[in-house]
């Protein structure tokens, strides 16, 4: 069984930044692809990051590329999404999820198996 724990989230004024991290218990963390879906009020769950089980094969969806970076430490189970220049749409409760494969391309949901309990990031105008 895998557990994904995300920390980091809270309120920031725009224009501001914050780190996420996603911790993972198991042995079969650097074997997958990790990913980072928001969902805020009212709005589906949305793609926001993916990254290779070696860090390499990132994408991010159009609305956070340039701001966004994800990363991963495979010696530590974790992975992280760095948030700078924060904007007030970019309010959602943030999950990482575990996907089925080493790497991804689509940012699918439906490719990923295993999710946190999500973080709230709340960005204030």
């Known amino acids: 069984q895998v557990q994904l724990v995300e920390s980091g989230g809270g309120l920031v004024q725009a224009g501001g930044s914050l780190r996420l991290s996603c911790a993972a218990s198991?042995?079969?963390?650097?074997?997958?692809?990790m990913g980072w879906f928001r969902q805020a009020p009212g709005k589906e769950r949305e793609f926001v990051a993916t990254?290779?089980?070696?860090?390499?094969?990132?994408y991010y969806a159009d609305s956070v590329k340039g701001r966004f970076t994800i990363s991963r430490d495979n010696a530590k189970n974790t992975v992280y999404l760095q948030m700078n220049s924060l904007k007030p749409e970019d309010t959602a409760v943030y999950y990482c999820?575990?996907?089925?494969?080493?790497?991804?391309?689509?940012?699918?949901?439906?490719?990923?198996?295993?999710w946190g309990q999500g973080t709230q990031v709340t960005v204030s105008s």
């Open positions: 198991g042995r079969t963390f650097s074997s997958y692809a």
């Open positions: 999820a575990r996907s089925r494969m080493a790497w991804d391309t689509l940012g699918q949901a439906d490719k990923y198996d295993y």
């Open positions: 990254i290779g089980w070696n860090g390499r094969n990132i």
